[in-house]
C-alpha cells in the first residue's frame, strides 16, 4: 500500500509538471527590445530611443512599448523580414498610438497582436524579424530592434 501512494505521488507530481511545460511552452515571455539609431541600416545618429516588449502566444506575437524623440514626424513602424544588419522586407504594419508632437507613440498589446503564418514564424525562430520605426527624415528607419529567436 505505502509503494501505491509513492507511485500515485509521483504520477501525479509527473503530470503536474509535464501540464506546467506545455503551458509554458504556449505563452512564452516577453523580450524587452531597445530601439536604437545604431541597429538601423544604415545607422543612423539620432536622439529617438524606444523600448518594446514582444511576446509569442502560440501563433500570435504581440508588441507593446514606446518610442520618443525621432529626428522628426512619425512615418511608419512594422515588423520587417530581415537578418541582424542587412535591410529586410517588411511584412506587418504596427499600430502605435502617436503623441500629439508626431515625435513618438506607445503601441499598445490589444492593437499590436498578430496572428503569424508558418513561414513568419519560421523567420522568428530563426531570428530573422526585426521593428522598424521610420521618420520622414529617415524612412529606411530611424529606431530598430531585432527579435531574438523566440520558439
Known amino acids: 500500500m505505502k509503494h501505491l501512494s509513492i507511485l500515485l505521488a509521483f504520477l501525479f507530481s509527473f503530470v503536474l509538471i509535464l501540464q506546467n511545460s506545455t503551458v509554458n511552452a504556449q505563452n512564452r515571455e516577453g523580450n524587452t527590445l531597445i530601439l536604437a539609431g545604431y541597429k538601423s541600416v544604415p545607422?543612423?545618429?539620432t536622439p529617438a530611443t524606444g523600448q518594446?516588449?514582444?511576446?509569442?502566444?502560440g501563433d500570435s506575437l504581440s508588441v507593446e512599448?514606446?518610442?520618443?524623440?525621432?529626428?522628426?514626424?512619425?512615418?511608419?513602424?512594422?515588423?520587417?523580414?530581415?537578418?541582424?544588419?542587412?535591410?529586410?522586407?517588411?511584412?506587418?504594419?504596427?499600430?502605435?498610438?502617436?503623441?500629439?508632437?508626431?515625435?513618438?507613440?506607445t503601441?499598445?498589446?490589444?492593437?499590436n497582436t498578430f496572428k503569424l503564418t508558418e513561414g513568419q514564424m519560421d523567420a522568428l525562430s530563426n531570428?530573422?524579424?526585426?521593428i522598424n520605426i521610420m521618420s520622414f527624415?529617415?524612412?529606411?528607419?530611424?529606431?530598430?530592434?531585432?527579435?531574438p529567436p523566440m520558439l
Open 107 to 111: 503601441f499598445d498589446k490589444s492593437k
Open 52 to 57: 518594446v516588449n514582444v511576446s509569442l502566444n
Open 65 to 105: 512599448g514606446s518610442f520618443s524623440d525621432l529626428s522628426s514626424y512619425y512615418f511608419g513602424s512594422a515588423i520587417f523580414y530581415g537578418e541582424k544588419g542587412e535591410q529586410g522586407n517588411q511584412i506587418i504594419d504596427l499600430s502605435p498610438d502617436i503623441h500629439e508632437n508626431r515625435t513618438g507613440g
Open 43 to 45: 545607422k543612423v545618429q
Open 127 to 130: 531570428g530573422n524579424l526585426y
Open 137 to 147: 527624415d529617415h524612412q529606411r528607419g530611424e529606431l530598430r530592434a531585432q527579435l
